[in-house]
């Protein structure tokens, strides 16, 4: 805004808006990023008007882009397939305890794991707190995802609150859920770990992850594995590590999991109602351990997890 001459935030005009959008087009950036801008900028500018600070929103009526379905489809993000997870698994991150060079740390060997035998969204994985591995004597170990508790709610909750560097919120009420843990984490090390990081006294799976500047704590890890994924030659831009969670949903098709377990398994909306969808328990968790039973998970050559011994190198 530098050229309008606009220097508060309360001097941009509705046009201005659109022809920052027109801008933001015009230099090639992704429709999905512009909207996602756009989508910020409103917000940020509802809240300065709730407290009072403006009079107006600019931004309230600026549009967006929209692309068209084949463009969508081509788009579209792509599972990992067996020879992918050959390749990955076994590169140096799994077989010789190398680690990113950056803050990543043990979260470069742990989040594509975890990100494998749960489904889950690199931020839901990237945000867990060491409370939110919990075990069920009947039925074994399952990850708790659920909104961080913070200072304000430490009366919800009976751990710790999570400091103020590793808080997020799921994407909505469906993402609250209970998802089994597979044996195969258990045999690489995941209660290792987790003991590992509680003697340094965090309370956080990853205590070395920092926000980015969207907020994200997995944005800095999803950028090394993008790079990481095309050295090992997987040059395809629709396998990202988001991937891992396609993979999974071809493997709970293919073990015929119940399509309401199915979508609970991966934080989507089952199709009962709000109040239904609005609560991980909703399910009986014993079947979905069950059902989550006769899941086959291709196998994999990662090595059981050890601290990192140095950077990975390519």
Do not use: C
Not at 199 to 215: A, E, I, M, R
Not at 283 to 303: D, N, T
């Amino acid at each position: 805004m530098k050229e309008k001459e606009v220097v508060f935030p309360g001097d941009v005009t509705a046009p201005q808006m659109t022809e920052f959008t027109q801008f933001m087009r015009a230099r090639g950036l992704a429709v999905d990023t512009i909207n996602e801008r756009i989508s910020k900028i409103k917000a940020i500018y509802k809240i300065a008007l709730g407290r009072h600070k403006l009079k107006a929103n600019p931004a309230a009526d600026t549009l967006g882009f929209k692309e068209s379905g084949v463009r969508k489809r081509v788009k579209r993000r792509l599972p990992f397939t067996e020879s992918d997870l050959t390749v990955i698994f076994n590169s140096p991150i799994f077989i010789d305890h190398k680690r990113s060079s950056g803050q990543s740390e043990e979260a470069s060997y742990w989040l594509p794991i975890l990100s494998y035998y749960t489904g889950a969204r690199p931020e839901e994985l990237a945000g867990l707190a060491l409370s939110d591995i919990q075990f069920e004597p009947d039925l074994g170990w399952y990850i708790r995802f659920i909104d961080s508790p913070t200072e304000e709610d430490s009366d919800l909750f009976d751990e710790p609150a999570v400091p103020a560097s590793h808080q997020r919120s799921l994407k909505n009420s469906p993402s609250v859920r209970r998802v089994p843990v597979a044996r195969e984490l258990i045999d690489l090390g995941l209660l290792r770990y987790v003991e590992w990081v509680r003697k340094k006294g965090s309370v956080v799976l990853f205590p070395t992850l920092k926000k980015d500047w969207h907020g994200k704590l997995s944005g800095s890890f999803s950028k090394f594995f993008g790079l990481h994924k095309k050295k090992l030659g997987i040059n395809d831009k629709r396998k990202v590590l988001y991937s891992f969670r396609h993979t999974m949903k071809n493997l709970l098709e293919q073990a015929e999991f119940p399509t309401k377990y199915l979508k609970r398994f991966l934080g989507h909306t089952s199709g009962d109602g709000a109040v239904t969808d609005g609560y991980g328990s909703d399910l009986p968790l014993g079947l979905m351990f069950e059902h989550f039973s006769r899941v086959r998970f291709p196998a994999i050559a990662a090595k059981p997890w050890q601290p990192g011994t140095g950077p990975v190198r390519f």
